[in-house]
């Protein structure tokens, strides 16, 4: 029988080899790839590895066939950085060549705390350099699922998407933007509508801007269906017998974790609207933002022919 809190602590500190760092820092506005990973992987609760149920497989040979199992597991992998900032470059510092000469037109005002009128965010959505550690994980062990996403990849890039991103067509004629549907956050704690997805906001706080285009632009690159923007979906292959997470929807923890990288380098995830006061301490003078968006995963080893498998989730 396996000690699953023995394995668990033994896989993270022998296969990880990485520091954890719990303390919450703030730090310089970019951030490379290196210490995306090192300040991604300081959050230990994020990943939440633990057995889920058991698959069924069936294997044959010439002379006859017998029923194998394996262990199902679930975890959480940082498949994506989210950036969100005011106009000039993007803090993933190897992500810059990919913005605009040019930045985005900005109609806000500020003030020591942030800002106090509409505001315009650029958002990128860039695979996250982290993911190689867990298909590092997943390549040595058969308890670690691989990612969706490729490292590195951009996924949606707003300089690229400016009609959709800046105006709002074709999606604000969408009945979720008429109806203004999709809320993020509580009726007491409110961010604004998800619809339509575009980098225009109006906060009297900067750091909240930043997260509702960063859930935005989420939404848009893990949906379901292809909308009439320019970016690259996700998409679900993370290899055999592995269950994809969900799409991104806002409010729900079971679809998504937000960490922030920068201002302040978080070891702890949160979703965007679930605090009163959620904005304090985040405010940077740059306005630039960036957080790793973990996603829900599970898998098992392959032993044959799939059968079934027992999930003791649902």
Known sequence: MINHNTFRAALLAG?????????????????????????????????????????????????????????????????????????????????QSLNSDNPSVISHQTTDHGDTNADFKKVDVIGNPAILVFDSMADSSDYFCESCATPYMPYFISDFDRLGWASGIPE???LDSLLGRRV?????VRFGNIYPRTGWS??????????????????????????????????????EKCWAPPPVKENDSSTHRWQMLTPVE???????????????GKYHGSEQYAWSLWRPYSCCEPQGAFLFSINWDE
């Open 266 to 280: 978080q070891s702890d995830w949160e979703i965007f609207g679930t605090q009163s006061g959620w904005a304090d």
């Open 184 to 188: 993020m956050g509580s009726p007491t």
């Open 15 to 95: 296969l990880l080899g990485i520091s954890l760092i719990m303390a919450v820092t703030s730090h310089a506005k970019e951030l490379n790839g290196a210490e995306i990973t090192q300040a991604t992987m300081s959050c230990t609760e994020c990943i939440d590895w633990r057995p889920s149920g058991i698959c069924f497989w069936l294997k044959c040979t010439w002379f006859s066939c017998d029923i194998e199992t394996s262990i199902r597991v679930s975890h959480w992998i940082p498949d994506l950085v989210v950036t969100s900032y005011s106009g000039g470059d993007s803090p993933f510092s190897e992500m």
């Open 172 to 174: 604000m004629f969408t």
């Open 202 to 239: 109006i906060h009297a706080e900067d750091p909240k801007s930043a997260a509702l285009t960063a859930q935005r632009a989420a939404d848009l690159v893990t949906s379901d269906s292809r909308a009439a923007r320019v970016y690259q979906p996700v998409g679900t292959d993370c290899g």
